[in-house]
């Protein structure tokens, strides 16, 4: 089945702690993408790669970084957390960036 | 940078009614897409629909590009159809995606 998986699906931890997102898609897509959805502000896109080894940065990318070491793989890590970056997170792939986007199911994470 | 906006923000419909949500975009932009988010928090693309008009059952949507906006038309409406429908644009200047706020619909049965 087709799928962008993410994990963890939740996770509390406390200020500066770091931790790491996963993401993997199994479509062979070239484009991925970060996303942090919070209330009444929609998606914002933290970071892309439209491929390995290239990533951007997108709107809002202080606080985070990302690697893209193999097509399949676009972590997300978080190197000392704070309680802003509480939210829900996507990752999403598609084919290029000019076409459809497919998303994961999303992590809730909760900074103490 | 590009500005999305969406309206209405909230909506209530009975169902079997009909609906528009719009999204309008303050630059050009290379692609627009319409997800909806379900009452789960999952994530669907809806239409990739940088232009023109596209229909996929109950669902349509046509983007007029050199007047900036897009539409979104719900025909017979279904409880299944509450969730959130975002529109998202890339904009010409790079391979950014930038998300309206979305429109929150809910039907009533």
Redesign the interface.
């Known amino acids: 089945e087709a799928q962008v998986t993410q994990n963890p699906r939740y996770l509390i931890t406390v200020t500066g702690k770091k931790l790491t997102v996963t993401c993997s898609q199994n479509m062979n897509h070239e484009y991925m993408s970060w996303y942090r959805q919070d209330p009444g502000l929609g998606l914002r896109q933290i970071y892309y790669s439209m491929n390995v080894e290239v990533t951007d940065k997108g709107d809002v990318p202080e606080g985070y970084k990302v690697s893209r070491k193999e097509k399949r793989n676009f972590p997300l890590i978080l190197e000392s957390p704070s309680p802003n970056q509480t939210s829900l997170y996507f990752c999403a792939s598609s084919l290029g960036p000019r076409e459809t986007q497919y998303f994961g199911p999303g992590t809730r994470l909760l900074v103490l | 940078?590009i500005q999305v906006e969406q309206s209405p923000p909230d909506l209530i419909l009975q169902e079997g009614a009909n609906s528009t949500l719009r999204c309008n975009f303050s630059d050009s932009v290379?692609?627009l897409?319409w997800?909806h988010q379900n009452p789960w928090?999952?994530?669907?693309?809806l239409f990739?629909i940088?232009s023109g008009t596209k229909q996929n059952g109950r669902l349509s949507a046509t983007t007029v590009a050199t007047e900036r906006y897009s539409l979104l038309y719900i025909s017979s409406s279904q409880t299944t159809d509450s969730g959130v429908y975002?529109c998202?644009v890339?904009s010409t200047g790079g391979?950014?995606?930038?998300?309206?706020?979305?429109t929150r619909l809910f039907v009533k049965a």
């Open positions: 940078g290379n692609n897409q997800f928090g999952q994530l669907i693309n990739y940088p975002f998202a890339e391979f950014k995606t930038i998300f309206g706020a979305g």
